[in-house]
Every structure is written in C-alpha cells, then in structure tokens.
C-alpha cells in the first residue's frame, strides 16, 4: 500500500485531532496544556468499542512517532490511530451518546427560594472562588433535572443523603438536592449546562476544558474543602457522569452540534414554525427536555401533594 499522510478537516474549537488511515475524524479536543498522553488514552478507552490494540502516530504511517500513555503532554496537531502492527483499521466508537441538556431557565434571584441554601454552603463560586452579589451567582445542576427517568432507573436518588424536607428537593427523586447542585457564576452555568467543562473527582477535582474559550478556569480545582458536611458534598460519582458526558459529547467523533439556547429558546425566538431547526428529532428531544425543565416545579408540587402526574408527551 502506497504512503499516505493523514487529511483532517480540523473542527472548530479543537487543535488536538485523531483520525484513522482513511482521515476520519475519532476524537479531539482543545488543549490548553494540560491533558496528558495517559489522560487522553484513557478517554479513547471509554469512547472505543473494540478488543483490537492499536496505536497513535504522527506522521506517514511508514516513517511515524508513536506515542503511548505518559506524562507527556499532548501537543496541539492532527494525529492517526493505526493498529499495533502499523497498518490501517476500523475503529468503532461507542454508540452511548450525551444526555441532552439545555440550562435551568433563571428565575428572578430574589425570589428564588432555593439560592439561600447553596449561598448558606458556598458563599462564593465554586470555580473562582469570587464572593458575587446574589445577581451573579447561579446554583447548576450537575444531573439535569429534565432526565428525571434516567436518574430514577441509574439509582441516583440512593447517592443523596441531603436531610431537608423532600419538597425543597424537588420530591422523592431527590434531583433537586442540594447535592446535585455547584453554586457558579453566572456566565458558568450555560457552558456548565452544555458539558463543555467538567470535574474530574479521580485527579484531585481538578477541571478540564474540553472546547475553546476556558483559558481562565482549566487547571483550576472545584472548591469543595469548606464542605465538611457529608449530607451536602456533591457525590463523587455525580460528577463522574457529568464528566462522561463532557467526553461524549465534545471528544468522541467530530462533536455534537452545538446549540445556541438563547437564540432558539430566548424571548420571540421560540418560533415551532421554523422547520430548519425544529424539524429534526434532537429538535423534538429538545423541546421536550426544555417543557421539562420549565413544568419542573410544577410536577415536584404534584409529586409531593400525591397528585398523579402524565409525563411530557404523554397522551391524555
């Protein structure tokens, strides 16, 4: 077979990309130096399905660097998976993909009965670290609310120990907790919401960025140590998910299409008769998710009254 070099097309917000011999796109990320050949392995294991080894160059295949799990970092460019004896393969990526997720819509702080409980445990971002009027501080799920189902059939309710009432946490599920919730600055939340970010509990809560645009929080650590008590410690295991979600939806492949919320959901843009954008089913999943989100409180009242509730979509 005769030489080839590898052609990429390199997807915005990305300067880090793999691809096979045939130049299709694997996995990527933007890397601020900070992500480790070992990290980066790690991450292709969860997002492979395959038993076959293989290996990573850079280069021709015939004249290439191969690069293994180290300390290394990861230099910014395009690089091939090949499989251990050097010749092309077919990798599979793993069908799992990221939950949907849109963010909570913001109500008026002032009457947001429940920031006084994470202004109470945080006091300040838990990214920053900046003590923020009430005005600039947003309490973010870290499980959205909107995948009730998906929470109650993976057992989550069991990993909170909050001991408030259930109707501060949103009804018997528990998703509404204060265990599932970071207090973050305000222009956190959405980048938060839409996994561009997340925490890693297994490297000391360190935080990775897996886009463009997050010079000022990668490397940082979520702050968690004034957080002595254990009924209100977000659980490790929450922010793991997230953290998976991060690598689903911003790593594997070329990335999943990005919304913009405030120009499809925003005041006069919430417009069902635009076919170009509501017409596909990540459009309908959405606008389910997003009547979740906004009937949220609703259903936590009717769950914690004993009133039967439908589901969204149900037929009546």
């Not at 990309?17 to 990290?39: E, I, K, P």
């Not at 021709?60 to 910014?76: C, G, L």
Request: charged share 25%.
């Amino acid at each position: 077979m005769p030489s080839r070099s590898l052609t990429l097309k390199q997807p915005v917000d990305r300067n880090v990309v793999l691809g096979d011999y045939h130049g299709h796109v694997l996995a990527g990320f933007h890397q601020y130096g900070t992500v480790s050949w070992a990290t980066f392995f790690q991450w292709l294991r969860i997002l492979f399905d395959t038993p076959k080894d293989w290996i990573i160059v850079r280069g021709d295949r015939f004249a290439a660097e191969q690069y293994f799990p180290s300390s290394a970092i990861v230099m910014p460019g395009k690089y091939t998976l090949l499989s251990a004896d050097g010749s092309p393969m077919q990798v599979d990526l793993t069908s799992k993909h990221a939950r949907r997720r849109q963010p909570t819509p913001t109500r008026d702080q002032e009457r947001d009965r429940g920031l006084s409980r994470f202004v109470e445990r945080d006091e300040k971002c838990m990214v920053f670290g900046h003590g923020l009027m009430w005005s600039g501080l947003q309490p973010a799920h870290i499980f959205s609310r909107a995948h009730m189902n998906e929470w109650n059939a993976g057992g989550y309710e069991s990993l909170i120990t909050d001991t408030a009432s259930i109707t501060s946490m949103g009804g018997a599920s528990k998703i509404g907790s204060i265990q599932n919730m970071l207090l973050l600055s305000a222009d956190l939340h959405r980048p938060w919401a839409d996994h561009e970010f997340g925490v890693d509990p297994d490297d000391e809560y360190r935080i990775t960025a897996f886009v463009g645009g997050h010079d000022n929080i990668v490397g940082r650590a979520l702050r968690l140590d004034h957080i002595a008590d254990p009924t209100k410690r977000p659980p490790d295991q929450l922010l793991r998910d997230h953290f998976l979600q991060g690598l689903l939806k911003h790593v594997k492949g070329a990335g999943e299409r990005r919304w913009d919320y405030a120009q499809t959901f925003g005041a006069g843009c919430f417009d069902l008769s635009e076919c170009a954008v509501w017409g596909t089913e990540e459009a309908k999943e959405r606008l389910e998710l997003e009547l979740e989100n906004r009937l949220f409180e609703h259903r936590a009242h009717q769950e914690t009254s004993g009133i039967p509730r439908f589901p969204v979509g149900a037929a009546l």
